[in-house]
């Protein structure tokens, strides 16, 4: 099936991501979860590391959590010491996406999180491990200050091995603090551990290919066989790669630097491969319409463009209360978007 992809240089102003992170030493804190000022979580839990191989895999050999039914929201403090004024990120590790929490710093706003991308993988047993997840962005004066973590439900799993705020993109990597390497490889190797890319001046740096930011031309074109600037008629070839939706829930810092990678690799289109819909797929609900034009314009920043590939068949199942006759059982929406007025209008609603 041929679906018409929509490519957008985001004109328009929205709330976005901030620019690559710039070149500078790693302020951050970091602190573990299970060492905490006052709480209420229990002192054992059904997660906890079976051994020794499974504590390894955690920072400081253990985590806190919970896994049974209780009768209020479960909460964690800290005291931490923060070394520097500045916009930090905050991250948690945690048993994947368990646990939906929300957070302050200093008695201030709460920040809720419930959907996040997870940043890294570091399994203990199947079905059993840490991951690091963004949490948000949080502006902080050097000094001391108080952190509180409270579950937003009373049942199920949620569980915490550590926490940190970094003034700079954050290279999840396992229990490795953000200035630690492993150092350790086979007899006659060396280990290749890089650190972030900090986007010093380099002769490999593609970034100058693409337009200072997407858009910048004009709005893209078809012109014969060819794909033209609308400002110049000059043609532009694509050099492009795909992503799936999950992408949309990294966090800010995450985002800038994804984007700038890309184009320090000349590549100057993405294609977002997802349905934009939710529970119900005749509606978009805003808050995905918002995903998808912060990650357009964090793209743009880097003078890549971006292709929405917004439906396949096998994404949809219909049923008898579809709306659309002959549907049973849950059967895929194959050719409908070809003859049939009532879907080709929610098509293009999306």
């Known amino acids: 099936m041929r679906i018409t992809l929509a490519v957008l240089a985001a004109f328009g102003s929205v709330t976005c991501a901030p620019a690559a992170p710039k070149p500078q030493a790693a302020t951050y804190v970091w602190w573990e979860a299970e060492n905490p000022k006052a709480t209420d979580f229990p002192k054992t839990n059904s997660f906890d590391p079976a051994n020794e191989k499974e504590a390894a895999v955690l920072s400081g050999g253990k985590w806190i959590g919970a896994s049974d039914q209780r009768d209020h929201a479960l909460f964690l403090e800290y005291d931490i010491e923060v070394p520097a004024t500045a916009n930090y990120g905050f991250y948690a590790r945690k048993f994947w996406k368990h646990g939906p929490y929300r957070w302050r710093f200093d008695g201030g706003p709460w920040t809720e999180v419930r959907e996040f991308a997870l940043l890294d993988d570091a399994y203990m047993r199947k079905f059993l491990g840490a991951n690091w997840t963004a949490a948000g962005m949080v502006q902080l004066t050097k000094g001391k200050h108080s952190v509180r973590i409270e579950l937003l439900e009373n049942q199920g799993a949620a569980n915490f091995d550590a926490f940190v705020l970094t003034s700079t993109y954050f290279d999840a990597r396992g229990k490795l603090k953000p200035d630690e390497k492993v150092g350790v490889a086979p007899a006659g190797w060396f280990a290749f551990e890089p ?71 000349g590549v100057n289109l993405v294609r977002l491969h997802g349905g934009p819909w939710g529970e119900d797929f005749r ?14 314009e964090a793209l743009k920043k880097e003078g890549i463009y971006t292709a929405l590939s917004i439906y396949f068949p096998l994404w949809l199942n219909f049923d008898e209360k579809s709306g659309f006759p002959g549907y049973e059982g849950g059967k895929h929406p194959f050719s409908l978007l070809y003859f049939n007025p009532e879907f080709q209008r929610i098509y293009r609603s999306w």
């Open 283 to 296: 509606k978009v609900p805003p808050k995905n319409g918002q995903k998808i034009a912060r990650f357009v």
């Open 195 to 265: 650190s972030a890319d900090p986007f010093k001046p380099s002769a490999l740096d593609l970034r100058s290919l693409n337009e200072k930011f997407a858009g910048e031309n004009g709005f893209i074109q078809a012109k014969g066989e060819e794909f033209v600037h609308g400002k110049s008629g000059k043609a532009v070839r694509f050099w492009a790669m795909n992503t799936g939706h999950d992408i949309l829930d990294l966090d800010d810092l995450s985002l800038a630097y994804y984007a700038r990678s890309l184009a320090k690799q």
